[in-house]
Structure formats: structure tokens, C-alpha cells
């Protein structure tokens, strides 16, 4: 599988959203219904739309880059396997794309706290 590539400052920082990135209602509002039927291209914009999102969402939960980099692969393959369900909710993409990553991050949480005990 492909990894996401972010842009990051001098200091390893991600840098800010740009403007196409931080109104992402605007850009994205059919990216899902795209997905579910199949559309390449969308998985792309689903990507370049949301990849800064999770990816800061995964380093705020993670303790490396590697563990960040698997835990946002793991989101998005959630994303593209419960796309069809966006369909039968009241939800915006962006609130659906967001549930979805926290209760994956959860998850992650839990399995290393496991781990540690």
C-alpha cells in the first residue's frame, strides 16, 4: 500500500491545511458516493482532502512515525470499507471520515495499553 506523503517544516511539523484542505465540505461533499461506486479518482480526493486530518489525528495518539503512518492506513481502509454505509446516515462526510478515525484510534489505544499490562 501506497503511504501518505505530508509536507512538514523544518522542525518535522506538519504544516498548516492550506485552503483547499480546510474547507473540506466544499470539496468533498459526494467523495464517499464516489467511492462506493468505484470511482479511483475519489479515493484520491478522499485522500488529499482528509490525508492531513487523520495523519494529525494518528500523531496525537501514537508514540512514532511508524506506528502514526500504520494507524492512518488502517483508518482509511476503514473509510473505504464502511463508505457504503454513509449513505443511510444524517452525517456530513467530514463527521462520518472523523467517527470513523477515533473509534480506529480507540482501538489503537486499547490494544497498546494492553500490551503494557
Not at 5 to 26: A, C, H, W
Not at 38 to 45: C, L, P, T, V
Not at 70 to 92: C, G, H, M, P, S
Request: aromatic share 12%.
Amino acid at each position: 500500500m501506497k503511504q501518505l506523503s505530508l509536507k512538514t517544516d523544518y522542525y518535522g511539523k506538519i504544516e498548516p491545511f492550506s485552503s483547499r484542505q480546510t474547507n473540506l465540505k466544499v470539496h468533498s461533499s459526494n467523495a464517499l458516493q464516489r467511492v462506493v461506486q468505484g470511482d479511483r479518482s475519489a479515493i484520491k480526493k478522499c485522500i488529499d482532502n482528509y490525508g492531513n486530518l487523520i495523519w494529525s489525528m494518528a500523531k496525537k495518539f501514537t508514540d512514532s512515525t511508524e506506528d502514526a503512518e500504520a494507524v492512518t492506513q488502517e483508518i482509511f481502509l476503514n473509510i473505504w470499507r464502511y463508505a457504503a454505509r454513509f449513505k443511510e446516515t444524517n452525517f456530513d462526510e467530514l463527521l462520518f471520515i472523523t467517527i470513523i478515525a477515533r473509534r480506529q484510534l480507540r482501538k489503537y489505544s486499547e490494544k497498546v495499553n494492553q500490551q503494557i499490562n
